[in-house]
């Protein structure tokens, strides 16, 4: 299985700061890797496909980039419903396998 | 867009079996290529994919499940269904159905279920 490292685990932020969450792959996935915002009790929403295609409705302060092993996604100036989880997703290769998640927390 | 809600039942004993459904509206569990899948999430913790069913019933699983998971599709309700055998405490979890693309996407989740909490408790 390909193994998707993230990182940070968490993190504490403030309002219109500017956050970069990292995801590594054990293996290259091209750009076959997608973003998804969680909020407690809801499903995975997703955010952004192809490492930096934004979802049609996602605000453009959410960006990624990245190809190959190493993946980043970036919100500019964080805003209060940002506060959630985030987890990548490769799906290059079987099985799909998600990195561990980032919580984005209010400082 | 599609529309996909789980159903079951909430707890199940251990070593019995982990039976959910699938309801897809607005779209149709046998149109074209696409996967129909199972992700689940441990309280607490991240994301798991299960398994999927595509074109009418043949099915891909994740190997550290295969052995327990069985993914069904009913085309005449438009449900698709997963049963999880021989449960233990560790198979607690939300679970969550979506669709997933094709070809290339097969792997990609676009739309999810709101997800059901299974307990494994006796």
């Known amino acids: 299985d390909i193994q998707m490292t993230q990182f940070p685990s968490s993190l504490s932020a403030s309002v219109g700061d500017r956050v970069t969450i990292t995801c590594r792959a054990s293996?290259?996935?091209?750009?076959?890797l997608g973003w998804y915002q969680q909020k407690p009790g809801r499903a995975p929403k997703r955010l952004i496909h192809?490492?930096?295609v934004l979802q049609s409705g996602v605000p453009s302060r959410f960006s990624g980039r990245g190809s190959g092993t190493e993946f980043s996604l970036t919100i500019t100036s964080l805003q209060p419903e940002d506060f959630a989880t985030y987890y990548c997703?490769?799906?290059?290769?079987?099985?799909?396998?998600f990195g561990q998640g980032t919580k984005v927390e209010i400082k | 867009q599609p529309q996909l809600q789980e159903s079951g039942p909430g707890l199940v004993k251990p070593s019995e079996t982990l039976s959910l459904t699938c309801t897809v509206s607005?779209?149709?569990?046998?149109?074209?290529?696409?996967?129909w899948g199972w992700v689940r999430q441990p309280p607490g913790k991240g994301l798991e994919w299960i398994g999927s069913?595509?074109?009418?019933?043949?099915?891909s699983y994740n190997p550290s499940l295969k052995s327990r998971v069985t993914i069904s599709v009913d085309t005449s309700r438009n449900q698709f269904s997963l049963n999880l055998s021989s449960v233990t405490a560790a198979d607690t979890a939300v679970y969550f159905c979506?669709?997933?693309?094709?070809?290339?996407?097969?792997?990609?989740?676009?739309?999810w279920g709101q997800g059901i909490l299974v307990t494994v408790s006796s």
């Open positions: 979506a669709r997933q693309g094709s070809g290339n996407w097969r792997y990609y989740f676009d739309y």
């Open positions: 607005s779209d149709s569990v046998n149109r074209g290529s696409y996967y």
């Open positions: 069913v595509y074109n009418g019933g043949s099915t």
């Open positions: 293996q290259d996935i091209r750009e076959d």
């Open positions: 192809a490492a930096y």
């Open positions: 997703l490769q799906y290059n290769t079987y099985p799909p396998t």
